[in-house]
């Protein structure tokens, strides 16, 4: 037994620095939601504050656009989520239909590009490419007498704007674990489906779609988790006021009340409820994906 | 094996192939738009003539950008936090994924630390607390403050884990039978035979801390201070402010006003700022790819 205790102490001693920084700023952090029920006065600390309660969320819930700000979340997301199903899907399925490798490889090389790069870029480019006035799109659009839209200072085209510009980015990526559930379907399945007489879209609905269920419904419930995530980098760099009421989401009003106003205590009321809400819809996500697709991330 | 073509067949191709060309345009015709204009001369910019290739080629925007000591200190800042911070990932990485990958035979208290580090996972305090330790640990406007918030991703971290669970454990038994420890083990036995997996979560800490701009923008108290994606989007958000003063302050540059306005100088700075992460894409392309797919079977 001691010679078993004595054995693992390496192990412990590897773990130290890990433990350290997480402990400091994850659960360090976590320590800080205490600020969401104090009038906070920084200079007083972390645990100097007075202890209001829960006064800073019934303000937070008092406040007039704070409804608006929910929607605009989940509206966005949703959007998002529903199109970074459905394209990738798509995507992956007509590109499977390509059966010259060198031809399929050139057109992934080209659509995962947008994926690593950052919203700050891509921000820049979009702000470029959208402009009513210079951009190459309306530019285009002029062309068949439509527009000039303000693509990201109108108010309706706003939130459409940011789902279809985040589909943009991820479509190409999020296909490969499509593609690559695609080449674990068993190829004597489509033979014996030929000889049966069934056509290739017959194929796709019984074979293929069903061979890559597993993945979507995976992927969709992970997805799940993302509820509250409207995508902060993605709006923070490309809104102004003149869209606030359709795309003003939690995340980055939380952003303008905390850091830009120095509201800490109602900012941090904000992001615990995000917080709480995402950890629910987390937590189910992984019990949901365990179940339906074995998906463990340890 | 020749699968015979039918009509249909031959018109379902021509037409997919078709929509998967426009697809890829899409993703890239806007880079390319960009670049030309990054090239052209202002005043067919201007006159909204330039499309997918430069008019009055020149390269006086990227001058004006790398001659502006604003843009390159910021590009220092960030191949700096970038240097450290992936070293810093890697190192804990490996050090809390070796000791979680052993059976809980061997590490009898894996169990506790393991959920100590999925915890962080499924519960994440948000922007406010973290900006008030960062603030209380002493971190503001110094470069750590973009580097050990994030010392160990702990995402990274499981899909290291994972795979050094899957080694063949005969050969770790093999190494203790021999005398050696775990430290041993660690550097000559299980990290030569995980440099995939190494290079995957490399890969992904290295686009990480390239991409970062949140960090750097609360963080930092100076514009001097910030990494390149930080100062960029300072330049991105108004072009034009940004552009008038970047003139106002350097007198050196005005030789290339004839040639540049807002936005061919900003389209340069953008396209400057994607060039390391285009540089590593080949591996990006395979390593990720390596990664999602791991990510997503049974550990």
Redesign the interface.
């Known amino acids: 037994m001691k010679v078993r205790t004595w054995r693992e102490i390496p192990l412990y001693i590897m773990l130290i620095p890990g433990i350290i920084f997480v402990l400091i700023y994850s659960y360090g952090s976590m320590l800080g939601v205490v600020v969401a029920f104090q009038k906070f006065v920084p200079t007083k600390g972390l645990f100097g504050s007075e202890w209001i309660g829960f006064d800073n969320f019934k303000n937070l819930f008092t406040m007039p656009n704070i409804g608006e700000v929910i929607r605009n979340t989940i509206v966005i997301s949703l959007g998002k989520m529903a199109g970074g199903i459905i394209v990738p899907v798509l995507f992956a399925l007509l590109l499977n239909e390509i059966k010259n490798q060198g031809v399929k490889r050139t057109f992934q090389t080209l659509v995962y590009i947008p994926n690593f790069l950052s919203w700050v870029i891509l921000a820049g480019l979009f702000v470029d490419i959208l402009s009513p006035s210079t951009g190459i799109v309306n530019q285009f659009l002029g062309m068949f007498g439509v527009g000039p839209v303000f693509f990201l200072g109108d108010k309706t085209a706003y939130p459409i704007t940011m789902v279809v510009t985040e589909i943009w980015k991820g479509f190409g990526f999020g296909s490969v674990i499509y593609l690559a559930a695609l080449t674990g379907i068993d190829p004597s399945l489509y033979e014996s489906a030929e000889i049966d007489g069934a056509g290739r879209w017959k194929q796709t609905l019984y074979i293929t779609l069903p061979g890559i269920m597993t993945t979507i419904v995976l992927m969709t419930v992970l997805s799940m988790a993302n509820i509250l995530n409207g995508g902060f980098d993605q709006i923070y760099n490309t809104y102004s006021p003149a869209v606030y009421t359709t795309g003003d989401i939690l995340d980055t009003f939380v952003y303008r009340l905390g850091i830009q106003n120095a509201q800490f205590a109602l900012s941090t009321a904000a992001g615990l409820f995000k917080s709480v809400v995402s950890f629910v819809f987390i937590v189910v996500s992984y019990y949901l994906a365990d179940k339906v697709a074995g998906y463990r991330i340890y | 094996m020749k699968i015979k073509n039918s009509r249909g ?1 031959i018109v ?2 021509v037409f ?2 078709a ?3 426009f ?2 345009l ?3 015709l ?2 390319v ?2 670049l030309a ?1 990054s090239f052209s001369n202002k005043m067919p910019v201007v006159a ?1 003539e330039v ?1 997918f290739l430069p008019i009055g080629f020149n390269v006086a925007a990227y001058q004006f950008i790398l001659e502006s000591n604003a843009f390159i200190t910021a590009l220092g800042v960030s191949v700096q936090r970038t240097v450290i911070g992936v070293a810093v990932n890697l ?2 990485i490996i ?2 994924a ?3 990958s ?1 059976s809980d035979h ?4 894996r169990k506790y ?2 959920w ?3 915890v ?18 002493g971190l503001m406007n110094s470069i750590w403050a973009l580097i ?5 991703p ?2 990274s ?2 899909v290291v ?2 795979y050094m669970r899957s080694l063949p454990q005969e050969l770790l038994e093999a190494s203790f039978i021999d005398g050696a ?3 041993t083990t ?1 550097f000559y036995i299980v990290l030569p035979v995980s440099t995939p997996t190494i290079a995957t979560v490399a890969l992904f800490s290295l ?1 990480n801390h ?5 960090d750097g923008m ?1 963080y930092m108290n100076t514009i001097d201070k910030y990494p390149l ?2 100062y ?2 300072t ?3 108004n ?1 034009e402010a940004f552009f008038r003063n970047a003139t106002n302050i350097s007198e050196a540059l005005s030789r290339y006003l004839g040639m540049v306005n807002a ?1 061919t100088t ?2 340069a ?2 396209f400057l ?2 060039i390391p ?2 540089a590593i ?1 080949p591996f ?2 395979k390593y ?2 390596t990664g ?2 791991m ?2 079977v ?2």
Not at chain 2, 106 to 109: L, T
Not at chain 2, 210 to 214: C, E, I, L, R, V
Request: aromatic fraction near 20%; include cysteine.
């Open positions: 067949r379902f191709n997919n192939f929509f998967l060309t697809t890829a899409l993703c890239i806007p880079f738009n960009l204009i909204r499309t190192i804990l050090f809390t070796y000791p979680l052993k061997e590490f009898r208290a630390f393991s100590f580090f999925v962080t996972i499924l519960f994440q305090a948000g922007m406010i607390p973290l900006y008030l330790v960062v603030r209380y640990t050990l918030p994030g010392a160990l702990v995402f971290m499981l884990m994972n420890g775990h430290f660690l686009v390239w991409n970062s701009w949140f609360v994606q930080s960029l989007r330049v991105v958000i072009p936005r900003n389209a700075q953008l700022g994607m992460i285009l894409y990006l392309q990720f790819t999602l797919v990510g997503s049974k550990g």
